[in-house]
Nanobody, 116 residues
Framework: QVQLVESGGGLVQPGGSLRLSCAASGFTFSSYVVNWHRQAPGKQRELLASITGAGVNTNYVDSVKDRFTISRDNAINTAYLQMNSLKSEDTAEYYC?????????WGQGTQVTVSS
């Protein structure tokens, strides 16, 4: 069956880094756009970054541009979000999703907490 499983979240100090992974199975991963999203308590889910199927094109929301990098390795059906220079406001549940009309698959999320 279709699965997206995020990992790599945790507690990190301000200024630190984390790399999130999103492992996919059950569908043709390389044909799907992958997105990373986050949702902080009391806030709406926010789209952070996207990467096309072949990994050629990426897009970022302004708040994470120059700090976060989205990438993918289609050979192992995995996408990544490298997060650098983390701030307390980056604290949230992070989700990956895979989209190819009309399908949109979601992972269960991984918590990232930025705190000293």
């Amino acid at each position: 069956q279709v699965q997206l499983v995020e990992s790599g979240g945790g507690l990190v100090q301000p200024g630190g880094s984390l790399r999130l992974s999103c492992a996919a199975s059950g569908f043709t991963f390389s044909s799907y756009v992958v997105n990373w999203h986050r949702q902080a308590p009391g806030k709406q889910r926010e789209l952070l970054a996207s990467i096309t199927g072949a990994g050629v094109n990426t897009n970022y929301v302004d708040s994470v541009k120059d700090r976060f990098t989205i990438s993918r390795d289609n050979a192992i059906n995995t996408a990544y979000l490298q997060m650098n220079s983390l701030k307390s406001e980056d604290t949230a549940e992070y989700y990956c999703s895979a989209y190819r009309w009309p399908s949109h698959y979601w992972g269960q999320g991984t918590q990232v907490t930025v705190s000293s």
